[in-house]
């Protein structure tokens, strides 16, 4: 903008931040990111804690100048709270009229469109309700253009366009995209399946050894729980799930022990079973059969 001419700075008016640490504190005003709530944007850092040596304290004044965006309510109301626990005081959009939105207003879109005078014209970013809206703008306020030059899509839509039309041609199905941020890879729906079952129902594993030649059991079954509600060393739960899978194994036939896998399953399901009449849950249960 100031190599356009649209923005006059007078001289010495944006400096470095390293200039501004000498400065007193009313001759100075800092414009950072994080009106979101960002927790690893600058404005969160300040108020949590320090950024590059700054920080919120008693008698700074924070200007939220943006609008609250559906989904950050809670990161916003916590960035709120660490500002005021710091001492710092509030002006927010809710009070003052300070938001001045980036959108494209109205009469942006009819100016845009005359001076383009595009062949087609595919409105983008909204709700669908907000995509409908503004093609009835442009069919009730800009000559020229019908339901034939303005195409609505969605995701998944394949527009084709060529020097005469444009068409919806196809529909894909798309859904999320989860990436591990330990590898930075995408990874399967069914891997974020497991996690959400392993943090919302917690853990059983289970290890079983039998004699490699008698196929009796070796020792007494080892059953570690993790996170699962209702099972604690008092109750006697777990004593009695070894016990029962001990029993499970003394009156299994000899021939079914060829199969671990299978053999393994059993016992996993039993507990499984066990588990959910005696507290209600359902916790991810892991299975093995050794033989020694």
Same mark, same amino acid.
């Given at each position: ?34 009106? !979101? ?19 919120? $304290? ?8 943006? *609008? ?9 109301? *916590? ?14 959009? /809710? ?14 879109? /009819? ?17 669908? *309700? ?24 969605? @995701? ?7 020097? @005469? ?6 529909? @894909? ?16 729906? $069914? ?30 079954? !080892? ?48 507990? /499984?079973?066990?588990?959910?009449? $005696? ?14």
């Amino acid at each position: 903008a100031t190599d356009l001419g649209l923005l006059d700075i007078p001289h010495n008016t944006l400096i470095e931040l390293g200039e501004s640490r000498s400065l007193d504190d009313d001759q100075i005003v800092y414009l950072v990111t994080g009106s !979101q709530g960002e927790s690893r944007a600058a404005l969160w850092n300040m108020a949590s804690g320090s950024y590059k040596g700054l920080g919120i $304290e008693k008698g700074d004044t924070v200007i939220l100048s943006a *609008r609250i965006i559906p989904g950050n309510d809670r990161a916003i109301s *916590r960035l709120i709270g660490e500002i005021y626990k710091h001492g710092g005081n509030i002006i927010e959009e /809710k009070r003052r009229l300070i938001h001045v939105s980036g959108h494209a207003s109205q009469e942006d879109i /009819k100016i845009m469109t005359e001076t383009v005078r595009p062949k087609f014209v595919v409105p983008i970013h909204g709700e669908y *309700r907000m995509l409908f809206r503004h093609k009835e703008f442009i069919k009730n306020h800009v000559e020229g253009y019908t339901d034939e030059n303005i195409i609505l899509i969605e @995701n998944g839509d394949v527009l084709e366009l060529d020097g @005469n039309a444009a068409r919806i041609v196809a529909h @894909n199905d798309i859904g999320k995209s989860f990436i591990d941020e330990a590898h930075l890879g995408e990874i399967d729906y $069914e891997i974020i399946r497991e996690r959400k079952k392993l943090g919302f129902s917690g853990l059983i594993t289970m290890v079983v050894a039998v004699d490699r030649e008698t196929k009796k059991l070796k020792s007494e079954p !080892q059953i570690t729980v993790q996170g699962v509600a209702g099972i604690n060393p008092l109750n006697g739960l777990l004593q009695n799930a070894r016990q029962s899978i001990a029993e499970i194994i003394t009156e299994t036939k000899r021939d079914k022990y060829q199969d671990k896998n299978f053999m393994a399953e059993t016992l996993r399901v039993h507990l /499984k079973r066990m588990i959910q009449q $005696e507290t209600g849950t359902k916790p991810v249960i892991v299975s093995t059969v050794v033989e020694v």
